[in-house]
């Protein structure tokens, strides 16, 4: 069977994934990416470049195929991914006692043993299963009294730290068992150890200043930078360091057929291509407490060198040399500012970026649009994202120098 043959993608719906043959040998397998809304072309581009085939873009996910070595690649080096999920069967399930039946078709003992721990995490939608945490119990009983038959002894349950942690997704009928291979989602890098209010995670901070098209070719200022994630990220982006670099676990290295020998491989093929080469990358804060704590990620990220900070007030905002640049910036918003204090903060945010930023380029995230028509600028790119619960709409303005017709 030829790797163009392994995913089968049944027509209809977009969304719909199933991996009716697994794989082609005990090498290669079907895999799906858990990224954020908006984020699945950048991620689905990212799977190309480190290997991936068969990509077909889902609903906030990604599904590929691709060797051991692409699983680790993709939990190592891909920024806007979350969760690498390893398809291990696709099954039918109309009810709870068919789910059970289902589940215990697999045999546990090829990735678990009596000893190791689980943690199953479920996701139901448009079935007669309507309970997630009731999904979950069905799989867990399954998987226990399969072991229980064999030796007398059951997994135990963590779900903190497991030893493996297994992902069951019911849509309708259909069934999806895969192992999480990631562990802790991917957005959790290792360098933020502090961060202040309404942060945008590291995964979502990294999609964004993708979505730009920035990769280190101009100056890069965050005029609200809180804990530094859009700094710490954007230097990561413009030195190539990889997504995975600080952390020091991933959930497939207490798999029982972790191969050290070819993690490390990945670790040093990817690591030799990290450069010193970073433009000047700049934030700014009013909040002189928060200011520390972006100064101390940024010392744990180890790229002090190359992000500097300051204590300053939005108002007073400009840039430190007259040359072109790129701001990325999530302002307060709803959740974080008065609400009565939006529209004046917004158009005072205008006014900075008319005034001082002429020849740069800004984009803003936020999920108060009202506040942001108080912007008083003609956007010229608006894309949709959600931080956390919250739809955002992140835009972009052109700073023209003189007009926008003589610019052009």
Known sequence: ???????????????????????????????????????????????????????????????????????????????????VLKVIAVRNAADGEELYQQI????????????????????????????????????????????????????????????????????????????????????????RQWQGEAPVNEALAAGMILLTGWKGQCRFFDPMCGSGTLLIEAAMIARNIPAGYYRKTFGFMKWRDFDLQLWKLVK?????????????????????????????????????KFISVRQEDLEMSNPAEPSDGIIVTNPPYGERLQKEDLPGFYRMIGDVLKKNFSGWDAWLITSDYAALKSVGLRTSRKIRLYNGPLECRFVKYEMYTGTRKSSK
């Open 1 to 83: 069977m030829t790797k163009q043959k392994i995913l089968v993608l049944r027509a209809g719906n977009k969304n719909d994934f199933r991996s009716d043959s697994l794989a082609a040998d005990d090498n290669y397998y079907n895999m799906i990416a858990k990224t954020h809304t908006g984020l699945e072309e950048l991620l689905a581009g990212e799977i190309k470049a480190i290997g991936g085939d068969n990509i077909r873009v889902l609903n906030r996910a990604v599904a590929f195929s691709g060797s051991i070595k692409t699983m680790y690649r993709a939990n190592y080096l891909c920024r806007t991914a979350l969760r």
């Open 268 to 304: 040093t093929e990817a690591d030799k291509r990290i450069t010193s080469s970073c433009p000047p990358i700049e934030g700014a804060d009013i909040n002189k407490r928060i200011i520390s704590v972006a100064q101390h990620n940024i010392t744990e990220a180890q790229l002090e």
């Open 104 to 191: 215990r078709k697999t045999d546990w003992s090829n990735y678990l043993s009596p000893e190791q721990t689980l943690a199953i995490d479920a996701f139901v939608s448009n079935s007669s299963i309507n309970n997630s945490q009731y999904a979950a119990q069905k799989a867990k009983d399954a998987i226990a009294d399969q072991f229980r038959e064999k030796s007398g002894v059951r997994p135990s349950v963590d779900l903190i730290n497991p030893d493996l942690r297994i992902n069951l997704h019911l849509a309708g009928n259909e069934c999806t068992l895969s192992l999480d291979s990631s562990g802790e989602s991917l957005h959790k890098r290792g360098y």
